[in-house]
Each structure stands twice: as structure tokens, then as C-alpha cells.
């Protein structure tokens, strides 16, 4: 209830007298709801609209809240605007279909009702709570386990899907109630691309290999990134490798708070420049992470935000070698005053 109450005092801030939330990781923000539904916060109270398929999961997980249950068949959104219709004033919202939005705006948007203000709450869920940070926590150690099994299988023959389906169940016996994402499991070749091959890959002596994984635990996810071989590695790789190390590291000293975000996105840059593989780090350097595993801020060039205490953050350097090998080393990273906790702990040495 204290983030509800939080975004009340926000609402009252921007001149609005209601806000309507209807993105599903944004319920579970305000609620940890896991389910359907619409919530409209007005100044004096929050209801949550849900069908019946959803009436009594809510009234299980959400405490302290309104539920209003509605008719069989009717849509929370539709029914929704009689009750906005009600309110005299802006009503803010974080996310609408454009199928939904032509229906309320066709109705509401003539008095100027309706508006788009998602970036409120994005404010709200860049900055990490205790509670948020214990679970992205376990959510790392648990990623650390996957990673820790992934490494001890590798072997001549096995696939990248064997390897894939290891860590899966391998995370899930360990606490995690679901996959942050697809893990990306990307040997040889294959590692060129970012988000992985678009073959299952038995893997061979002299493989270089790629794994990018994350659990979720308690609606919270983490993210990380490892590179090994099998058996053997080439030395032009290896040095590479070392490479992204030295970058990945000087992003991590260089990260605090009030810290620009796109300067530490250029100094990894103009190291890797130095290095003669500007144009081979195709990606930014990193992500916000929380309830979902890619959300604000963003770390790249065009950012013009700085580091603030308690965010959660991906730092993952790249360099992509067309038709050959990728290296990318990753870690979630909570952003304190004065530095950064890593939270997720494998061992990088190759």
C-alpha cells in the first residue's frame, strides 16, 4: 500500500485526479497481483476491476483494496469508463492498446481526460525498495547455481538445447517459480549473435561458448552472462576475451550514483576504440532490471539519465565478431552512493 500511497502523492503533484493502471507487471508493482485486471487509483481510494476468472486469485493475493468483481464476459476496461466519466479531472494512464485507446479517447479525449504519464511510474520502479533488492538477490543466486551447472556440463557433443534445459530445471529446483527469459546458450558461430544462433549447435573441442541467463523469484528477475570453452581456446580469442574484461570492469569502477549514464557508456566505447573494436560492441551497455528483466533506465549513448541509489542495472560489454565469435561478459548491479554491489557472483576468469 505504501507504493499506492506514494503514486496518490504523485497523482496530486501533476494535477491529476486518477490514475488507471492496466500493464500486468505494473499491477504486480503496486499490488503483487499476479492476474488481469484494471486498477484505478483516485486520491481517496484504489479499486481493482477483474473478471471472474480472476476474482478470487485476487482476493487471495491483494490485501487492504477494493476488488469489484464484474459480470461474466464484460471487459474491466469497458466498464471502467463509467466510472471515469465520473471523476472531473485528468486521468493519467501507463499503458493502452491502440485498440483501447481509440475506444476511451473517442469517449474521454474531447475533454482532454486521458493522458499517457507511464513515465510516473517508471520513475517509481527505477528506484528499488529493500524488499525489491532481497528478492533480485535471490533471484542472482539462483542464476549463480544455473551458471554453475552450465559450466560443469560443457563438454564435446552435448547441444546448446541439453544445455539450455539443464540450467532450466536447474534454477527452477532452486528456488526460481519461473525463467527470467529465454536463456541464450550460443557456441561457436553461433556466439556472433547476440541473442544466440538460430541452430541447436552440438558443441565441439575449440568451442567458444556463450550462456546469458536469469531466474525470477517472487516476481523479480536477474541477469548474467558467462563465457567458457571446450577443452581449448584460441589465443586471438582469449585475448579478446580479456578485452571485454578490462571494459566490463572499468564500466563497474565508474559506476555511482549522480554518475552520468552515458559517460560510462563512452569511456567502455572509447576504451574499446583504443582497441581497434569500435564498431564491434553493437549493443548498449546495459538495462534496468526488475520485475521485468528489461526495463529503465537504459545504458547507452542517448541516455540523459544519471545513476541513482538503489537502482538495479545489467553492465554487459560486448564484441561481435561477424561469422566467427561474440564475448560478452554480464552482471546485475546495484547502484549504491559511493559504488556498486555486484549481485551476481560466477566466477569471470576463463
Request: net charge neutral; charged share 35%.
Amino acid at each position: 500500500m505504501n507504493k499506492i500511497e506514494d503514486l496518490k502523492k504523485k497523482i496530486d503533484k501533476e494535477g491529476l485526479e486518477a490514475f488507471l493502471i492496466t500493464r500486468k507487471d505494473n499491477l504486480y508493482y503496486f499490488l503483487n497481483y499476479i492476474g488481469e485486471g484494471a486498477l484505478l487509483i483516485k486520491k481517496d481510494k484504489a479499486t481493482l476491476f477483474v473478471t471472474p476468472l480472476f476474482f478470487e486469485s485476487a482476493k487471495e493475493q491483494c490485501r487492504n483494496i477494493e476488488i469489484l468483481k464484474l459480470h461474466l464476459g464484460m471487459d474491466p476496461l469497458k466498464y471502467i469508463v463509467n466510472e471515469i466519466k465520473k471523476i472531473n479531472g485528468k486521468i493519467g494512464f501507463d499503458e493502452l492498446s491502440a485498440k483501447y485507446y481509440i475506444y476511451l479517447s473517442s469517449i474521454l479525449l474531447k475533454d482532454n481526460k486521458l493522458l499517457n504519464k507511464e513515465e510516473i511510474i517508471w520513475n517509481m520502479r527505477k528506484i528499488k525498495n529493500e524488499d525489491e533488492i532481497l528478492k533480485i538477490k535471490e533471484a542472482a543466486k539462483i542464476t549463480d547455481i544455473g551458471l554453475k551447472l552450465a559450466l560443469e556440463i560443457i563438454k564435446p557433443g552435448i547441444t546448446e538445447l541439453d544445455i539450455k534445459a539443464e540450467i532450466i530445471k536447474e534454477m527452477m529446483k532452486n528456488g526460481a517459480e519461473e525463467i527470467a527469459f529465454e536463456p541464450i546458450i550460443a557456441s561457436g558461430k553461433n556466439s556472433s549473435f547476440p541473442h544466440g544462433g538460430y541452430k541447436n549447435r552440438k558443441l565441439k573441442r575449440g568451442d567458444i561458448i556463450i550462456i546469458d541467463i536469469g531466474a525470477k523469484y517472487k516476481g523479480y528477475c536477474s541477469d548474467e552472462t558467462r563465457v567458457s570453452y571446450v577443452y581449448e581456446i584460441d589465443n586471438e580469442i582469449k585475448k579478446v576475451y580479456n578485452i571485454v574484461l578490462e571494459a566490463q570492469e572499468i564500466a563497474l569502477q565508474n559506476m555511482k550514483e549522480g554518475i552520468a549514464i552515458k559517460e560510462i557508456d563512452k569511456k567502455v566505447r572509447d576504451f574499446l576504440k583504443e582497441k581497434g573494436f569500435e564498431d564491434k560492441f553493437i549493443h548498449g551497455l546495459g538495462h534496468g532490471i526488475g520485475i521485468n528483466i528489461h526495463e529503465p533506465p537504459t545504458i547507452n549513448p542517448l541516455s540523459e539519465e544519471t545513476f541513482k541509489r538503489n537502482m538495479v542495472v545489467s553492465c554487459e560489454p560486448g564484441i561481435y565478431i561477424p561469422k566467427n565469435y561474440g564475448i560478452r561478459i554480464e552482471d546485475s548491479v546495484l547502484i549504491k552512493d559511493k559504488g556498486i554491489e555486484i549481485l551476481t557472483k560466477t566466477p569471470k576468469e576463463l
